[in-house]
């Protein structure tokens, strides 16, 4: 019987790792020119890190294992807690505001689907150690910019933004007790994915009424700030988190990232931690889950053992973003093959040799050079150069002469294997 992967995993053949690389440099890409630093957490854990703060979805989700001494380990579903405890326990030394990113592969126990795997790659950007509203605008920058880098017009994203504060003050406004609020938001963050009838089915099981739903109901439509200031008017803290929201959307605005995102009360997010801010990125055309997700998260720090330090991040999957930028034709060409600068061949296989030593100075050079294994015809060795997707060919014609063919217009020059070294195979630069 031939072995099957597990389930909700994938294979990375060639093809499909050109794509992950390619989404992954350009998720450092971005990363670095916004100011980010790269870290990296182990890939389990101590169980009780991921349970103690993210809630109750991530917390069923989890692989967990005991180790031969008895300890309850878990694979990350996540990073945010191991990052929390990285930097807890370094908090005195790390000059801050914190800005730090990681591309880590995760894994979570879910139901695969189109979207959703049970293993994946998900880009994180956090900044820790500021309470201003400024570091969540650049985290939301931070998305777009890399959203807008990879061709994805605000017609065919949007980062959707949302309150926790004002969703919990909408809340105990229409008089949801606090021992219900966490339920009730867990609830709230489902309704986008399920129908009227299926949401209202889940509110009333945690015990609120229709005229309760109805009332978070026209809150979460809201539609701008003033409008949601009228909705909460006189609960607590609410004219704060609405003069954020506010100053959010104008930072966004000034920095040129305002037409990708909209003000969106029914975003709530699933992880208990989050405080604040919350926002997610999704297809316009909303047939695909969230392609990222994130907000700020003052307490999570504390809960972990560190002190009370405002933070505030987002994730982006690969899964999800893979699947839009395939749907909307922007993958670039280069990715359909591989790619190699240059392939030698020689006019007859007496002059093997010579193709040995040019790949060999070529590829000390800096240059992707390949040949062939096979001594065959120049016509067999250039369908294998355009095979492996090659730029240019050069054909060995004597140990003096040698041809430089364009591949893909298919023009031919000739000049002295001297002048050719000279030119190709003298060290290239490095960027
Ligand atoms: P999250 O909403 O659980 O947030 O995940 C963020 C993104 O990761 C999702 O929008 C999706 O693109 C991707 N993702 C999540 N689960 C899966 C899955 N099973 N398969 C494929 N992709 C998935 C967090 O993880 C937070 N820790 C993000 C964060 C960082 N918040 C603050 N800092």
């Known amino acids: 019987m031939a072995f099957q992967g597990v389930k909700g995993t994938r294979d990375f053949y060639p093809d499909v790792m050109r794509l992950r690389n390619w989404i992954s440099d350009a998720w450092r890409r971005v990363s670095l020119r916004n100011g980010f630093e790269e870290y990296d957490s182990p890939i389990f854990?101590?169980?009780?890190?991921?349970?103690?703060?993210?809630?109750?979805?991530?917390?069923?989700?989890?692989f967990s294992l005991t180790d031969r001494g008895g300890r309850n380990l878990a694979i990350r579903p996540e990073i945010t807690p191991a990052l929390a405890r990285m930097v807890n326990a370094r908090i005195n030394a790390l000059p801050r505001p914190i800005k730090w990113f990681s591309v880590p592969r995760l894994c979570r126990a879910e139901n695969p689907q189109k979207g959703r795997l049970r293993e994946f790659f998900q880009w994180n950007i956090d900044i820790i150690g500021s309470d201003d509203v400024l570091a969540d605008a650049e985290c939301v920058f931070v998305a777009v910019d890399f959203l807008r880098e990879v061709g994805l017009s605000p017609t065919e994203v949007q980062v959707r933004i949302g309150s926790r504060p004002l969703t919990v003050a909408a809340l105990r406004g229409?008089?949801?007790?606090?021992?219900?609020?966490?339920?009730?938001?867990?609830?709230?963050?489902?309704?986008a994915k399920i129908s009227d009838q299926e949401f209202l089915d889940a509110a009333r099981k945690i015990g609120m009424d229709d005229a309760q739903v109805q009332a978070i109901m026209r809150f979460q439509d809201c539609a701008g700030v003033a409008e949601l200031r009228r909705a909460v008017a006189g609960a607590e803290g609410a004219g704060e988190a609405c003069d954020k929201l506010e100053r959010l959307m104008a930072c966004l605005q000034a920095m040129g990232a305002g037409d990708?995102?909209?003000?969106?009360?029914?975003?709530?997010?699933?992880?208990?931690?989050?405080?604040?801010?919350?926002?997610?990125?999704?297809?316009?055309?909303?047939?695909?889950?969230?392609?990222?997700?994130?907000?700020?998260?003052?307490?999570?720090?504390?809960?972990?053992g560190g002190p009370q330090v405002g933070a505030t991040g987002f994730g982006m999957g690969d899964v999800v973003l893979g699947i839009l930028l395939e749907e909307r034709g922007k993958l670039p060409e280069t990715l359909k093959a591989a790619s190699l600068d240059v392939f030698v061949i020689d006019d007859r296989p007496e002059l093997a040799e010579l193709v040995f030593q040019t790949v060999g100075a070529l590829r000390r050079a800096g240059r992707a050079a390949d040949f062939s294994y096979k001594r065959q015809n120049v016509g067999k060795q250039l369908k294998e150069a355009n095979k492996r997707g090659a730029r240019q060919a050069v054909i060995i014609k004597s140990a003096d002469l040698v041809a430089l063919k364009d591949l893909a217009t298919g023009e031919q020059a000739e000049m002295s294997m001297t002048e050719f070294q000279e030119k190709y195979c003298s060290l290239v630069p490095k960027p």
């Open 45 to 62: 854990e101590y169980l009780d890190l991921f349970t103690a703060k993210s809630g109750q979805e991530i917390a069923e989700q989890l």
């Open 174 to 191: 229409c008089g949801v007790g606090d021992d219900a609020i966490d339920k009730a938001l867990a609830v709230l963050d489902k309704r």
């Open 260 to 304: 990708y995102c909209t003000l969106d009360l029914r975003v709530v997010r699933g992880l208990a931690y989050y405080t604040g801010v919350v926002y997610e990125v999704f297809d316009t055309g909303q047939d695909l889950r969230a392609i990222a997700g994130g907000g700020r998260y003052d307490n999570l720090l504390a809960v972990l």
